[in-house]
């Protein structure tokens, strides 16, 4: 049967806290310029106001296999459509709270176009392909099948500067939904 990266399994593994993003909250993102699947440059340090930055390991491409026969049994590996379809599905309400949103991972631009425009995303995705972000901020990793791999996680970015962590993401389908809620909490 093809891969569908839309629809999780029941049986899916929940990845744990293993502390690799305990440094982050507080932190200063370090200035590193990255390109998006609209064609832009970004700055993530630089930019000004409320910013939601949501890692992800790698969309999958509808028929195609996983990376590895067992990606589903990594935890927290699979999911990464889901979840970016969810901050689209959001991404008016978090607009309308000032908040803009990036998806980033570790596949080049060209691949990260193909799910941009197949998933109608109002966004960008960002590529670290070069893991110069990934390095230097430190972010979670995995390798597998000779790729080094964002962790799932999500990061609130006020001014450059860290000031919420959702670290592990689980379930990921619904993840969006959750930083939605937490930002309406801190802004009532």
Known sequence: MPHDPMTLPDDLPAPVDDGAAAHLLGSRLPSVSLPGTD???????????????????RTGVPGEDPLVPHWDQIPGARGCTPESCGFR???????????????????????????????????????????????????PTFDVAGESLHKRFTLLVEDGVVS????PVFPPDSHAAEVLEHLRAVAS
């Open 89 to 139: 599905d959001h991404h008016r309400e978090l607009a309308d709270l000032g908040v803009r949103v990036f998806g980033l991972s570790t596949q080049p631009t060209p691949y990260q176009q193909e799910a941009a425009g197949r998933l109608h995303l109002p966004f960008p995705l960002l590529s670290d392909a070069s893991l110069e972000l990934t390095r230097a901020a430190r972010l």
């Open 164 to 167: 919420h962590v959702w670290y």
């Open 39 to 57: 064609g832009s440059r970004v700055d993530l340090a630089a930019l000004p106001g409320l910013t939601v930055i949501y890692a992800y390991p």
